[in-house]
């Protein structure tokens, strides 16, 4: 009897440790696939996002770790400037406050003035938001719109609380129509409902792409206090964030068509680059314009096999500006 008993206790504490040993194998192997750094695919980068977005939100109101987005565009070298980059001799004449143009080949930055110097950026920020969505991947997850997003002012696409829109078509609300309740959807979202959780996710990718004078605290680019750059560290921004597929074809469409949920129509974006269909060779950019920061744009042309990154800041007329820094560069690249 005695033996029976002993062999019953013996064969409760192994099932215990069995057990135990499951749901700790388990944790760890979740954690495994959310820590893994370095170059993904775009089917790995996808399957990680979602291996960390069930990872951090697995038990309702604990404390969810920072999700880690595995990055397809990797940092490079700082841009070297080339001879008589700043000449005053060598500048276009424009309105803005500070300007660079970057030649991708190369590497080097072609003409530039006060191109270091920190101030607001407006809506070029979204281009951070998007890449970060771009690289999330997962474009078919259905995003919540909060109250907080819902209400961001002004430039915003209309959308209603508690309703769930593709993370897709958030992508183009915010990089084509750069509303800022998207961007303010967006970045909740990948910050798992924090927003200075994703601010965090930003700074990081900012600093992995060498963005050395940047700080980004806002999804859309509304704050003109603590979310600021450089037009320097725009161009590498708008140039890295190129060699990932998903935000180079947003940012070279000039109309989408998207399906609205909330109405069971469709809803069309335009890019506010004009760019695109009046310069020859626009392959992209953003816009952006605040009181504080004026007008602010970021583009890439391509001809001749080389490409070029041109960003203003400050400027009172950047469709003016923005032509004859882009010629004065193509005339200077080597």
Partial sequence: MLLLVILVIGLIGFSIRVLAGGDEAG???????????????????????????????TKAGSTSSEPTLAPLVQGRPAPTSMA???AMANQPRLTAGSYVALDIETNQILLAYDDT?????ASLTKMMTGLLTAEAGNLSHMVLVSPTAAN?????????????????????STLLGSNNDA???IGEDLGNGNYQRFYRLMNRRANQLGLTNTHYASASGLN???????ARDQAIMLARALENPTFAKAVRTWRHVVRWNDTDGTRTYENHNKMLHTYRGTIGGKTGFTTIAGGCLAVAVRR???????????????????????????????
């Fill in 117 to 121: 110097q920190e101030r607001p950026i």
């Fill in 304 to 334: 001749g096999g080389r490409t070029i990154v041109g960003v203003i800041l400050g400027s009172k007329d950047p469709w003016v500006d923005m032509p004859r820094l882009i010629d004065a560069a193509f005339k200077r690249a080597p």
């Fill in 152 to 172: 961001v002012e002004p430039s915003k696409d209309g959308l209603i609380v508690g309703n769930r829109y593709p993370r897709g078509v958030l992508l183009y």
């Fill in 183 to 185: 961007a303010a959807a």
């Fill in 27 to 57: 944790g760890g192997s979740a954690t495994s696939a959310v820590t893994t750094t370095g170059t993904a695919s775009a089917v790995n980068l996808e399957q990680q996002s979602q291996t960390t977005v069930a990872a951090t939100t």
């Fill in 224 to 230: 003109d206090s603590t979310n600021y750059s450089t």
């Fill in 84 to 86: 008589g980059a700043t």
